[in-house]
């Protein structure tokens, strides 16, 4: 919103939010669902607030008269453009409310070794098309809005946020470890952060380099190694010497994620522009259960204690973190500083921000 000259809302007033839903299992939660939830319970006096969130469209006009917004969720496809244009043509004129598009990841580079990469690959001039044609786009990260503001100059960065009510209170782990207990180190995270089972023919690549999985195999029987969501195939030959967690959904994830139990995690990231666009989730997880972590250094891990710019790093940093408890409550504790104001959508005024970022696409604020 920096550089805008925004001019507050009248009260007393409604807002009403409504999203058309490419994804409902992740960064639709975290960014629409989620959020959606808590503001109908957020206090602001004489603003009352109203969300609503479809994955099917609606074409009646009459229908859209009391929102305030319109946006389409990561939309890919032919029949999502139709969609877009079919509103923006025939119904945006009479409802006047903004259109917007709303992405956390850099659909338009994706990897080739990610099993995504060919859908979006096909998909990519609707995408182009719905992005430039749109009012607004809403992003996660400073790096996602440079990347797309060839398509639209009108680009929003929301953070990501947890939501407290479900994650929690925090326990740090370093509080009840016992000497001599064998550490457990957590990875947690999709399919597509390795080459898929599915795509044999695909480049190799992935976030796993092969300094680390060799790192793992040579410690199974030091380390706990615990993987939750996926497991990198050149490991699959070892599965039985580690810790395999199947995924949850995103309302079940962060009580199966603290059940694990463990000491410390790692969120190695592929140096490339995808990942720089990437927004540091991780980073809120494993602060949010209480453990310290390891991480790449790249964007989304900036200001986190301990950033690695290659394998040796991270190797050298799992065995200093794994030898020493007291490090891993000071480190804990520093990451802890660094993400306490963006942890939670119910602290630190997130939703607030969250109302005034999708008000600065009208050049508005609250009061």
């Known amino acids: 919103m920096s550089g ?11 807002i009403g939010f409504l999203s058309f839903m490419g994804d409902v299992m992740g960064c639709g939660v975290i960014r629409v669902i ?15 607030i109203h969300t609503q969130y479809f994955s099917n469209y609606i074409g009646e006009v009459g229908f859209y008269k009391n929102f305030s917004f319109l946006q389409f969720q990561r939309s890919a496809t032919e029949q999502h453009l139709r969609i877009h244009r079919d509103f923006r043509m025939r119904i945006q004129p009479k409802c006047k409310i903004p259109l917007i598009y709303e992405i956390d990841d850099l659909l338009t580079d994706i990897p080739e070794w990610n099993f995504a990469h060919k859908y979006y690959a096909e998909n990519i001039q609707h995408i182009e098309a719905m992005m430039r ?37 925090i326990y740090p782990k370093h509080n009840y470890y016992k000497e001599g207990e064998k550490i457990r ?33 040579k410690t199974t029987k030091v380390y706990d190694w615990c993987f939750m969501g996926a497991l990198p195939l050149e490991l699959e030959n070892i599965k039985h010497e580690v810790n395999f967690y199947q995924w949850r959904n995103t309302f079940e994830y962060p009580r199966y994620l603290k059940n694990i139990d463990a000491d410390m995690a790692i969120a190695p ?12 989730i991780k980073a809120l997880e494993f602060t949010a259960i209480g453990i310290p972590g390891i991480y790449s250094r790249i964007y989304p891990y900036k200001g986190m204690t301990i950033q690695c710019s290659n394998e040796e790093e991270m190797l050298s ?22 993400a306490k104001s963006q942890l939670w959508w119910e602290e630190d005024g997130n939703l607030r921000k969250y109302v005034d970022l999708y008000l600065s696409t009208m050049n508005r604020r609250l009061p």
């Open 185 to 217: 180190i957590l990875w947690a995270g999709s399919q597509n952060h390795f080459k898929h089972q599915l795509m044999k023919d695909a480049p190799d690549g992935g976030d796993f380099g092969p300094k680390l999985m060799d790192f793992i195999r």
């Open 317 to 338: 940093e799992i065995e200093k973190l794994a030898s020493d408890v007291d490090l891993r409550r000071q480190v804990w504790e520093k990451d802890y500083s660094t």
């Open 34 to 48: 989620t959020p959606y939830l808590l503001l109908n319970y957020l206090n602001l006096p004489g603003i009352p």
């Open 269 to 280: 990231l592929q140096k490339g522009i995808f990942n720089e666009c990437k927004s540091g």
């Open 133 to 169: 044609e749109s009012n607004a786009i809403i992003v996660s990260t400073e790096p996602l809005k440079k990347a797309y503001q060839k398509y639209n100059r009108n680009i929003i960065v929301c953070e990501n946020h947890l939501p407290k009510f479900i994650w929690g209170d």
């Open 4 to 14: 805008k000259n925004l001019i507050p809302i009248k009260i007393p007033t409604r």
